[in-house]
């Protein structure tokens, strides 16, 4: 609107405004024409679902209109769904106003008479306009409450949510596109580097960095899914459905459960992220995300940073590096990367006494962005080539093949050691971020020297040692060191842990709960150690819980030897599994015969039987898969890490669904919101029990171009009574009892209903897979064959295999 010309007419409204009209009566829905909010006041939808006021995202005084989820339904935490000024932020909600002017939806603040945000319609003359909030969470502008028309909705204008019922897509007649753009960082929601977006010509979403760089695609849209997102084959959450015609083209969508509350958001993360309230836990429950893991975003780290999706935060500066902007890096915004602390010599000529620029090994790197090849014959005319062209950065040097990185290094990630896709990059720096070869020297004689004196010293400390030894035996009669708290279970000082872990050395592990390494007691009984991460719990519970998993005695059930709990640091000692996990065993080189496969299905089953019905506390897993499954020396299986859900608590399903390698296994009530029971782990089991049958991942693709979801396929082809012997391994070349084999493929069928209470108690699983109970007890359930005879795609939900004892 011609704002200029307005103004003055906008201001005289604004002051009679304030002067004349009404407030808001408490719980309206409706902004009248001559109504408005201010300061704390807020209008609702008639559900009282959503909220609409000023909000205030992080310390700043810079205020915000938004739409967020009502708190009384949505305790735990504010969760904006949209902002109207996204980037024109208001510093003092009392002097701001939200009210019709001129049939137009505005923000005015102080006596600035130009508004901080309008709906910016051409001005109509009707004097009935009025903003409406609306139960899915539109606010809409109609004149009149009668009339069905909205002159401009805020589904129209999403921010960086897409809410049930709103459009996500391309306007032909304007050309515009409607994208979700996330926040710059978590306490700013000025737009920021992460778009999503539909590609009308493609009909797939796609996802941008600063609005150009693409380095996400949903795939085309068959009709059913998009092409390369395959899990949406298993969703019986989402309606989604695609319209195209001369106007526009987009993607709306609804839940099939109206009762699911549920939103995709564009997440400073980079990644788009599908969530649904829980209200079990009472917090929104991170259901599927894309890119699949955090370093896939990129460049996320910025220049110079380097991404880790093991550690968090993922982004860390290169050796030599510091943050750009530390503020931004605590905002989750990484974007700026990081600068160099010393510049290169080859940078600064007035520095020409200064030695020359050195390069500094980074081994299990992966880049991205592609090097310039340069062809050179060995290593060192590669360096040469990189020191001798001031804006070379990096080079790595394979058998023959030079590779030179000029400028900005982006998308750098760090990788395991084992990792195939690693590689060592050489990273130039300036000389004196390497430690200085004289300090090495007094480091190495110094401590030749010290040895040398402290022989004598040594003795002195390894008799004390024996003497001490000797009384914390009689004291405690226990291997470690500490107090023995209930049983068997010891309470071990953090030095200890420190001590026989070798300084936490020798990694086994690392699961959503913590990584786990290798130690050995005073007496040289091995251990393993899991030093816990996000540990909700304060110290009394934390040792009550201790306690029960460490009344837990089963042989199928990994044993707790200890903890430690000093502070902020929560360890647990358990025995070790010197086969390490299930995971290793089933998916990799080594692989089991069929008879140990059926007995470690059994003996599992007895563990979790043992967990759910005989403990003298239910204990509920939650986190079945074959990562915890462990393996003693005679392959004896034990389930590792029950009772951590409960240790950790509310952050639980958070650290579950974050989990990467774990989504295949949960049972759908983990987002439908029903409560989870003992019947979540009996799911888990059925979908695992798949994977002794075929000896690879469900959610694996098949090299043959097949894409069939093993369930599915192993489901119907029991139902027609086919070939088992067909879905076997092939690795087993067809060794195998049929009869087992029948009773696990049907168990699982059994086990993996989607309603939880047609699947069998732990209890009767044991019961049939021994034989006795009789396995045709159990038909193949109709439930299964209808949900899955519209499946026959795999599901791709976990990509990186994960351990808890084995690496
Ligand atoms: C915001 O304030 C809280 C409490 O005063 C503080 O803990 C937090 O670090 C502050 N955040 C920022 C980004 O300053
Ligand atoms: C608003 O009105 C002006 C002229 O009055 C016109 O040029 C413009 O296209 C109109 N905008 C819209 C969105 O209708
Ligand atoms: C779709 O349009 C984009 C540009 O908007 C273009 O880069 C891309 O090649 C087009 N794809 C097809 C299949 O036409
Ligand atoms: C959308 O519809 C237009 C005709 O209105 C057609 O030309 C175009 O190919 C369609 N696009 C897709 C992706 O189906
Ligand atoms: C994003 O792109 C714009 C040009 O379109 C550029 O000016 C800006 O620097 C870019 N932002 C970043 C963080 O690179
Ligand atoms: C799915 O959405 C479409 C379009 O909104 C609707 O027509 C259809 O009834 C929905 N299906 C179900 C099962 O809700
Ligand atoms: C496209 O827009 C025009 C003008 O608003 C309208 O008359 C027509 O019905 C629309 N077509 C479709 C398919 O929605
Ligand atoms: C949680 O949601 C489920 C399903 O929507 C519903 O049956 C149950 O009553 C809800 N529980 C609470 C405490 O709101
Ligand atoms: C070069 O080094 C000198 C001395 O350390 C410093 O004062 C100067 O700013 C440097 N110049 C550049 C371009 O970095
Ligand atoms: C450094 O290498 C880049 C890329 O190969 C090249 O464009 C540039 O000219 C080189 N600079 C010098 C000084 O050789
Ligand atoms: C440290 O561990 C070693 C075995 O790895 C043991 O011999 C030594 O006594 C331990 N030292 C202390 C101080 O506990
Ligand atoms: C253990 O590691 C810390 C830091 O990683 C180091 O400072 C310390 O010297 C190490 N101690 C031993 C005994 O290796």
């Not at 020191?387 to 023959?400: D, F, P, Q, R, V």
């Not at 500490?482 to 936490?504: C, H, M, P, Q, W």
């Not at 299930?582 to 069929?594: P, Y």
């Not at 496969?597 to 967990?611: D, E, K, P, S, W």
Request: hydrophobic residues 35%.
């Amino acid at each position: 609107m011609d704002t200029k010309k307005n103004s003055w007419l906008m201001l005289s409204l604004l002051f009679l405004g304030l002067s004349v009209n009404n407030h808001l009566s408490l719980g309206a829905d409706t902004i009248s024409a001559n109504e408005y909010i201010t300061a704390h006041q807020t209008i609702v939808s008639a559900n009282g679902n959503f909220v609409l006021g000023f909000f205030k995202p992080g310390n700043a005084s810079k205020y915000y209109i938004g739409i967020w989820n009502s708190m009384s339904k949505f305790p735990t935490q504010q969760t904006i769904v949209w902002v109207a000024n996204r980037d024109n932020a208001v510093f003092d909600r009392s002097s701001s106003v939200l009210r019709i002017s001129d049939g137009n939806l505005v923000l005015l603040f102080n006596d600035i008479q130009i508004p901080v945000w309008s709906t910016n319609l051409n001005s109509t003359t009707s004097s009935h306009v009025e903003a409406v909030l609306l139960d899915e969470g539109n606010l809409v502008l109609r004149d009149g409450s009668t009339s069905s028309k909205y002159l401009w909705q805020s589904f129209d204008h999403p921010t960086h949510t897409w809410l049930p019922g709103s459009k996500l897509g391309f306007n032909k007649i304007t050309n515009e596109n409607q994208r979700l753009i996330s926040w710059k960082n978590e306490e700013d929601p000025a737009p920021g580097l992460f778009s999503l977006e539909l590609q009308p010509n493609t009909s797939s979403y796609i996802i941008l960095w600063n609005r150009s760089i693409q380095y996400w695609t949903s795939g085309a849209w068959d009709g059913k899914i998009f092409s390369l997102v395959p899990e949406m084959r298993a969703n019986y959450i989402y309606n989604f459905s695609y319209v195209n015609n001369t106007n526009e083209s987009y993607f709306t969508y609804s839940l099939y459960n109206p009762s699911i509350i549920s939103r995709f958001v564009m997440d400073v993360s980079g990644q788009i992220k599908q969530l649904a309230w829980l209200n079990t836990t009472n917090q929104w429950n991170l259901f599927w995300s894309q890119p699949k893991t955090q370093c896939e975003v990129s460049p996320f780290c910025g220049a110079f940073g380097s991404c880790n999706g093991k550690s968090l935060p993922s982004c860390s500066c290169l050796r030599g590096f510091v943050q750009k902007s530390q503020s931004d890096w605590s905002l989750s915004d990484f974007s700026g990367g990081c600068m160099r602390r010393t510049a290169l010599q080859c940078e600064n000529t007035s520095l020409t006494n200064r030695q020359p620029d050195r390069f500094f090994p980074m081994p299990s790197m992966a880049l991205s962005v592609q090097p310039q090849s340069v062809g050179v014959g060995n290593a060192a005319e590669c360096e040469s080539i990189c020191l001798n062209n001031c804006s070379c950065t990096a080079y790595a040097y394979e058998i023959n093949h030079c590779s030179i990185w000029v400028g900005d290094l982006l998308n750098l990630q760090q990788l395991t050691g084992d990792d195939p896709n690693g590689r060592t990059l050489y990273l130039k720096l300036a000389a004196s971020e390497f430690p200085s070869k004289k300090n090495y020297k007094w480091i190495i004689v110094g401590a030749v020297v010290g040895s040398v004196a402290g022989v004598a010293v040594l003795r002195v400390a390894v008799l004390l040692g024996l003497l001490v030894a000797v009384i914390l035996r009689r004291r405690n009669r226990a291997v470690g060191t500490g107090e023995i708290v209930e049983g068997s279970l010891v309470a071990f000082g953090y030095r200890d842990l420190r001590n026989a872990t070798k300084n936490f050395s020798d990694k086994l592990g690392g699961g959503g709960f913590g990584s786990v390494f290798k130690g050995t007691l005073s007496d040289s009984t091995l251990i393993a150690v899991k030093k816990l991460e996000s540990i909700s719990q304060g110290e009394k519970q934390f040792r009550a819980e201790v306690r029960t998993i460490g009344t837990v005695n089963h042989v199928n059930l990994i044993r707790l030897r200890g903890f430690c709990s000093q502070g902020t640091r929560k360890l647990l000692v358990y025995e070790y599994m010197s086969n390490g996990s299930l995971e290793s065993h089933l998916f990799h080189e080594k692989f089991l015969d069929w008879k140990t496969r059926y007995q470690i299905a059994i003996g599992t089953a007895r563990g979790l039987a043992y967990l759910h019905e005989k403990c003298r506390e239910c204990i509920i897993h939650c986190d079945i898969k074959p990562e915890n499954i462990l393996l003693d020396a005679y392959l004896c299986p034990k389930v590792a890490d029950f009772g951590l859900a409960k240790l950790v608590g509310r952050e639980f399903s958070r650290v579950l669904t974050t989990m990467r390698g774990t989504r295949g296994y949960l049972a759908p009530e983990w987002i439908s919101g029903m409560p989870i029971t003992a019947k979540a782990d009996v799911y888990s089991y059925g979908m695992m029990l798949f994977e002794f049958v075929s000896g690879r991942r469900n959610s694996e693709a098949y090299t043959d171009g097949k894409t069939n979801f093993f369930p599915t396929g192993a489901a119907s082809l029991i139902a027609e009574g086919g070939d088992v012997l067909s879905l076997l391994d092939p690795r087993l070349e067809g060794n195998a009892d049929i009869e087992e084999l029948t009773s696990v493929c049907k168990v699982a069928c059994w086990c993996i209903q989607d309603d939880d209470t047609n699947r069998p108690p732990m209890g009767q699983v044991v019961q049939m897979l021994e034989g006795v109970l009789d396995v045709n007890l159990a038909p193949i359930p109709n439930s299964l064959q209808v949900l899955f005879a519209d499946n026959q795609e795999h599901i791709d939900f976990y990509t990186e295999s994960q351990s808890s004892q084995s690496s």
